[in-house]
Each structure stands twice: as C-alpha cells, then as structure tokens.
C-alpha cells in the first residue's frame, strides 16, 4: 500500500454502483457523487451538541525540542498491518488491522493466533484499497458489543460497518452480524480515506479522501454535497429506519449540503484524532506533489465543525495549480512539509501517557516513504515548523493510543507493531 502523492488519475474502480449485497439504502454512484443514504436530522443518542469542558489542571501543551523518539518491537508477524488501537474496555489488549482483511489481538505483548475478525471474503484490497479502519463504541464491553469497520467492497467503493463481538469469547466478532452505515461510490481506486474515530461527543467521524485520480478532477474537496474529500460525522444509532442520524449541529444538516458533511476541502485524510485531554482535533491530510499538512482544530473553538482545510484550492499553504488563489474562509495547516522529507503524512496522536513524561502534549506523526517521525507543540501556535525526532526506516502506516494513552505504530512493510519510547 502507499498513500504517495499522485500525479497521474489512477485507474477507475471497476464499477461505481452498489453492489446489491449492501444492505444500506444507496443509489447509484456516478464519478465525483457519493451514493448514501440521506437521514433526517435528529440527535444521536449519544452525541452532545456541546465540547466538552476543559479538563483541569490545564493539559501539557508539549514541547518536542532536544528529544529523540525511539521505536521497539511490540510484535511482528503481521502481514501489512495499517492500524493500531484499543477497545477501551479495560482489557489492556490492542487491535491490529490488516490490509487483507483480518483483525488481530494483541494480548500481554503477544499476538493471538486466531483473528478477532475476519472479513477477507468481502472486501478488495491492494494498494489503497483494503480494510482501513476501525473504531470500538465508547461503551465497548460485555453490555456494549459494538465496533465499526472501515473497508473497500469488490466493487471497490467505500463501506462502513458496525459489528458486534461474540457475548461468550471476547476474543472473537460475528461477521454475520455486519449492519452497513455508509456506502459511498468511488471513482478511482486511490484516495479512499479509511480513518474512522469516536470524538468525545459520542460521535463517529469518518475520514474520506477526494475520490482519487490527481488534483481532484471532479472538484469533490469543495462540493458540499458529497461526501469525497470530507470529515464525516454520524451517530450511529438508526433513526426512522435509517442506519445512523445525523447530528443537528453539522453545518449542512439542515440545508446547503450533504448532511453527514463535518469539515470539507480535504484530500486524503488518511489518520485523524483526538486529543484525549483537550478534545482538539488533528489530522494528517495527505498532498499532491509538494506539499503534507498537518491540521489542528480545538476542541474550544468548535473541533473543526464546518472549517473548510483548503483543498484543491490550496496544497498546504500554498495556492495549488496557480500563482495566487482567494483564502478568504480556508483553515490552513498547523505544519507542513515538502517532498524532499518524504511523500505521504502519517497523521498520529497527543501523547498523553504516563511512562515518558517529557513527550506530555506533543504531536507525533510520521511520513510513510521516509519513516521520519516529528512532532509539534500541541497547545502551540498555528503556524509550527515540525521537529524531527526519530529517522525509522519502518514504513509507518499509522500511530495508535493504548488504553493508558502509551503509542505503538504500525509498520506496514516489516509485518511489526512498533512501541514508541524516548532516547537520550
């Protein structure tokens, strides 16, 4: 898999419509249109219109300055694992996705040989396609068995799922027990997003890339009425037979677009996050040909809830395709970095641990092709220069929090879950 910077439109998907096995109600998709079903606006049971209160004593802004990441072998033995994280349940194990299609169990530092899930029969994978996410229900547990999957079906658009693990093992997912949120047509076969995460409004955000091909021939970063090249963001209990709401508070929930639509003008927002102390928003937006950006967005000022990230208009900070361009209402990135430091951002995570004290409040996030890991002051400016911390070598395909907030990533071409730690 890569998430590298194309110049070149890439080969269409082999059909745009629906595969008739989808559950959720769709139409056909037709290039630049994202074919889901239309919800009315109604609250999520478990959403809050309002952020959260800041937590006291003011969390660490971070200073990455002097320090030197380290990364150990947690695991090895995946194949092209692209994500890393937990289920919050207290049961201290980790989960991996693999592109082909498997999740794994890590538990005790150890990786279970049989998979918790397995949903290889129904997806296509290979080179941005595959299964691409994955985010537990922030109740997970035994009363609570709910998780959601972010995959490419055969026909090769985008799917989200929720499952459901078994009540009796916790160690194993029911397939059958698949109920499709989203299904969104895609035109090409890169640029697919994949990121999915649960905000501390009890929301579930999902990252779409622009569709694919280069430079974003269908303008699909800036049309508010579909889904490419936008976070999305859903509750995900079913409302008047539809398979998720739509919270009242997203900018185009009444009228003006699509109403799942959180923040547009994003190219391939491959990992996002949230900040577990402050709430605010932060996402790795993969570039064309020259540019990677990081975006933040606090928690305070609305986390990102109708901002418009700049693309195809912008490429960074710089005006994409032309001299100068009008800026008037775009967001633009906390930090950016040019090709010569590597070709497709690995958005991370605020470490919030408590083993390497010094990382409190700082940023990391990495490149794919370089395995450079930087970092960024997370309650600093909005205009930060990264600091290089660590020089890998791994091709880093994600970061991911344990329940403690400790960070692993995952190396995609060496089959490895990485432990980050601190050097002197």
Request: aromatic residues 8%; charged residues 15%.
């Given at each position: 898999?890569?998430?590298?910077?194309?110049?070149?439109?890439?080969?269409?998907?082999?059909?745009?419509?629906?595969?008739?096995?989808?559950?959720?109600?769709?139409?056909?998709?037709?290039?630049?249109?994202?074919?889901?079903?239309?919800?009315?606006?109604?609250?999520?049971?478990?959403?809050?219109?309002?952020?959260?209160?800041?937590?006291?004593?003011?969390?660490?802004?971070?200073?990455?300055?002097?320090?030197?990441?380290?990364?150990?072998?947690?695991?090895?033995?995946?194949?092209?694992?692209?994500?890393?994280?937990?289920?919050?349940?207290?049961?201290?194990?980790?989960?991996?996705?693999?592109?082909?299609?498997?999740?794994?169990?890590?538990?005790?530092?150890?990786?279970?040989?049989?998979?918790?899930?397995?949903?290889?029969?129904?997806?296509?994978?290979?080179?941005?396609?595959?299964?691409?996410?994955?985010?537990?229900?922030?109740?997970?547990?035994?009363?609570?068995?709910?998780?959601?999957?972010?995959?490419?079906?055969?026909?090769?658009?985008?799917?989200?799922?929720?499952?459901?693990?078994?009540?009796s093992d916790p160690d194993v997912a029911?397939?059958?027990?698949?109920?499709?949120?989203?299904?969104?047509?895609?035109?090409?076969?890169?640029?697919?997003?994949?990121?999915?995460?649960?905000?501390?409004?009890?929301?579930?955000?999902?990252?779409?890339?622009?569709?694919?091909?280069?430079?974003?021939?269908?303008?699909?970063?800036?049309d508010h009425d579909v889904l490419l090249?936008?976070?999305?963001?859903?509750?995900?209990?079913?409302?008047?037979?539809?398979?998720?709401?739509?919270?009242?508070?997203?900018?185009?929930?009444?009228?003006?677009?699509?109403?799942?639509?959180?923040?547009?003008?994003?190219?391939?927002?491959?990992?996002?996050?949230?900040?577990?102390?402050?709430?605010?928003?932060?996402?790795?937006?993969?570039?064309?040909?020259?540019?990677?950006?990081?975006?933040?967005?606090?928690?305070?000022?609305?986390?990102?809830?109708?901002?418009?990230?700049?693309?195809?208009?912008?490429?960074?900070?710089?005006?994409?395709?032309?001299?100068?361009?009008?800026?008037?209402?775009?967001?633009?990135?906390?930090?950016?970095?040019?090709?010569?430091?590597?070709?497709?951002?690995?958005?991370?995570?605020?470490?919030?641990?408590?083993?390497?004290?010094?990382?409190?409040?700082?940023?990391?996030?990495?490149?794919?092709?370089?395995?450079?890991?930087?970092?960024?002051?997370?309650?600093?400016?909005?205009?930060?220069?990264?600091?290089?911390?660590?020089?890998?070598?791994?091709?880093?395909?994600?970061?991911?929090?344990?329940?403690?907030?400790?960070?692993?990533?995952?190396?995609?071409?060496?089959?490895?879950?990485?432990?980050?730690?601190?050097?002197?």
């Amino acid at each position: 898999m890569t998430l590298a910077a194309c110049g070149a439109p890439a080969s269409p998907s082999a059909s745009s419509t629906p595969s008739a096995a989808v559950a959720s109600p769709s139409s056909a998709a037709t290039p630049g249109t994202a074919a889901t079903p239309t919800p009315t606006a109604s609250p999520s049971p478990a959403a809050s219109a309002t952020a959260p209160a800041s937590p006291t004593p003011t969390p660490a802004a971070g200073d990455p300055t002097g320090l030197h990441v380290t990364i150990e072998p947690l695991v090895t033995g995946l194949t092209a694992p692209l994500l890393v994280t937990n289920a919050g349940d207290g049961s201290g194990r980790l989960f991996v996705v693999e592109q082909g299609g498997r999740i794994r169990i890590v538990e005790a530092g150890r990786l279970v040989e049989r998979p918790f899930l397995d949903l290889s029969g129904r997806i296509t994978s290979g080179g941005e396609r595959g299964l691409l996410g994955l985010a537990f229900h922030p109740g997970f547990g035994p009363s609570e068995p709910r998780f959601y999957a972010d995959y490419t079906d055969p026909d090769g658009n985008t799917v989200v799922s929720e499952f459901k693990a078994s009540t009796s093992d916790p160690d194993v997912a029911d397939p059958a027990s698949e109920r499709v949120l989203l299904h969104i047509g895609q035109p090409f076969a890169n640029h697919n997003g994949g990121g999915l995460a649960f905000g501390p409004d009890g929301d579930l955000y999902v990252g779409m890339g622009d569709g694919g091909a280069g430079g974003d021939p269908f303008g699909n970063g800036q049309d508010h009425d579909v889904l490419l090249g936008k976070l999305l963001r859903i509750g995900v209990e079913p409302s008047g037979g539809q398979p998720y709401t739509i919270p009242p508070d997203n900018p185009f929930a009444a009228s003006g677009g699509a109403g799942e639509v959180f923040a547009i003008g994003l190219r391939n927002p491959w990992r996002f996050s949230f900040d577990r102390a402050t709430g605010d928003l932060w996402i790795g937006d993969v570039g064309q040909g020259a540019w990677e950006e990081i975006d933040r967005a606090r928690a305070a000022d609305g986390g990102g809830r109708g901002l418009d990230y700049g693309w195809n208009v912008m490429e960074g900070r710089s005006c994409y395709g032309a001299t100068t361009c009008d800026q008037t209402g775009l967001t633009l990135p906390i930090a950016v970095y040019d090709h010569s430091l590597g070709c497709a951002v690995i958005g991370g995570y605020v470490y919030r641990g408590s083993a390497l004290p010094a990382l409190d409040g700082v940023y990391l996030f990495s490149d794919e092709c370089s395995g450079r890991i930087w970092g960024l002051s997370s309650g600093g400016s909005d205009d930060q220069q990264p600091v290089q911390l660590a020089d890998t070598g791994a091709a880093i395909a994600s970061f991911g929090e344990d329940e403690a907030g400790e960070l692993y990533a995952a190396d995609l071409a060496g089959g490895r879950i990485l432990r980050i730690g601190l050097g002197g």
